[in-house]
């Protein structure tokens, strides 16, 4: 079965500084996507980026960065420079495709907040 | 404008009160899903459906009921709230050829006293 862990809960910084979010996932299937989303105060869920199983490159979004090591199972996102609009709910999660019904499994989430 | 459409936003409603939250997509994607999320454990899938008559359990299908009679609509059925299922619901949608990307909702918030 698979799962994902995000062992901090919540985080505190004052912008500018950066943060790293850390994201462990467990899966047999050697074929998986995934994600982070971030939840705003407001709700929804944003779609932040998609990673495949098979892509280890990293990558960089503005101040957006993501560090993907299969070695160690982990998806580790960052923001560099923070800012009082990143204070969010930050998600991360794993999808086996259609063999599992196409369902993401998510961790508990990190809360992020950003002092002005 | 390519979305997901969940109705209501909000819901407070009594034990025992059936109840339904509507989704629809108008990207004519064919799987659709319920997710309902609570504090510490992220979003868990409730049920899912592969297409039109084609629905199963998630992990957690206790208390709910899904339908899939079209292929825009999937709706979350609680046929007898209970406090227990107050929680923030989110349907979500994919393409069978992109299946990995899911477009979700704006979320239902379901208050049960």
């Known amino acids: 079965a698979q799962k994902v862990t995000q062992a901090q809960t919540e985080i505190s910084v004052v912008e500018k500084e950066d943060v790293t979010l850390d994201c462990v996932y467990e899966?047999?299937?050697?074929?998986?996507?995934l994600f982070w989303y971030k939840q705003p105060p407001s709700g929804e869920l944003v779609f932040l980026i998609r990673r495949n199983s098979f892509d280890e490159q990293n990558e960089i979004s503005g101040r957006y960065s993501w560090n993907f090591q299969k070695s160690t199972s982990s998806f580790n996102f960052t923001i560099t420079a923070s800012q009082v609009v990143d204070s969010a709910v930050y998600f991360c999660a794993l999808n086996l495709g259609k063999a599992a019904g196409n369902k993401l499994t998510f961790g508990g989430g990190t809360r992020v907040l950003v002092k002005p | 404008e390519a979305q997901v459409t969940q109705n209501p936003r909000y819901l407070i409603t009594v034990t025992g009160k059936k109840l339904t939250v509507t989704c629809s997509q108008n990207m004519n994607h064919e799987y659709m899903s319920w997710y309902r999320q609570d504090p510490g454990l992220g979003l868990r899938q409730i049920y899912y459906?592969?297409?039109?008559?084609?629905?199963d359990k998630g992990d957690v299908p206790e208390g709910y009921k899904v339908s899939r009679k079209e292929k825009r609509n999937f709706p979350l059925i609680l046929e007898s709230p209970s406090p227990n299922q107050t929680s923030l619901y989110f349907c979500a949608s994919s393409s069978r050829w992109r299946n990995e990307k899911l477009f979700f909702g704006s979320g239902t918030q379901l208050s049960v006293l």
């Open positions: 459906s592969m297409n039109v008559e084609v629905t």
């Open positions: 899966t047999r299937d050697t074929t998986y996507y």
